[in-house]
């Protein structure tokens, strides 16, 4: 079946620092990627949409100045999380989609944020 | 935009017995509706799902069923069992395939089956 690889599974970085998540598509061409947060206990909250080779929508709500979004290629999409603060620890985790929905919305295995 | 609402919050059952976790969406133009078990620190994991023209799906010991007219959707597990204890999620998705997919969730329902 599809997989989406996230990395790093785990990160701890210092206030004011930025920190840059990965997911690649392994065995198809993710045409589209969710980038999703979830707070403890909290559902999973759509940050932004980015379909390959163009820029990301965000939802509102979201700084997009903050969470920058890369989807160069079919195959990795990135997320960066600029000038971290403790309130941006979290869970991020991806979800991909190929080409007229393909593959269904696979979920990377996700990223647990802790900024101190 | 879409809004999932879902309940209950937290459901506890005796194992052996039922649950139904029960979600209402907002956008009549939703058109798939799949259901998640995620279990503490990892991935959603898809159990079942549905499309807007069928009525109801069952897999198992899992069903789902849809109803368009009242926008609500319903998840029912028979037969419990202590390993289906965990957080589950409703979501929506308008245009499913198209250029315009994102999936909503709703906010998740902790259910506890005790042995």
């Known amino acids: 079946g599809a997989v989406v690889s996230q990395h790093p599974s785990r990160v701890i970085c210092k206030s004011g620092t930025s920190v840059k998540i990965e997911c690649r598509s392994l065995d198809f061409q993710a045409t589209t990627m969710f980038w999703y947060r979830q707070f403890p206990k909290q559902s999973l909250m759509l940050m932004a949409t980015?379909?390959?080779?163009?820029?990301?929508?965000?939802e509102q709500g979201v700084e997009k100045d903050k969470f920058l979004i890369n989807h160069a290629s079919l195959t990795l999409s990135t997320l960066t999380v600029t000038s971290a603060h403790p309130e941006d620890s979290s869970f991020y985790i991806c979800?991909?989609?190929?080409?007229?929905?393909?593959?269904?919305?696979?979920f990377g295995s996700g990223t647990r944020l802790t900024v101190v | 935009g879409e809004n999932v609402e879902q309940h209950p919050s937290t459901l506890s059952v005796q194992e052996g017995d039922s649950a139904v976790i029960k979600c209402t969406y907002s956008?009549?133009?939703?058109?798939?509706f799949p259901w998640y078990k995620q279990e503490l620190g990892k991935r959603p994991q898809l159990i079942i799902d549905i499309r807007s023209n069928v009525g109801e799906k069952k897999d198992q010991r899992i069903a789902v069923t849809l109803n368009k007219t009242a926008k609500h959707f319903s998840l029912h597990i028979t037969e419990t069992q202590p390993e289906d204890s965990a957080v589950y999620f409703c979501a929506a998705s308008m245009n499913y395939g198209g250029a315009t997919n994102k999936l909503i969730f709703g906010t998740g329902t902790l259910l506890a089956v005790q042995p």
């Open positions: 980015s379909n390959e080779g163009s820029k990301a929508t965000y």
């Open positions: 956008d009549s133009a939703s058109n798939y």
């Open positions: 979800s991909a989609m190929g080409t007229g929905g393909s593959y269904g919305y696979t």
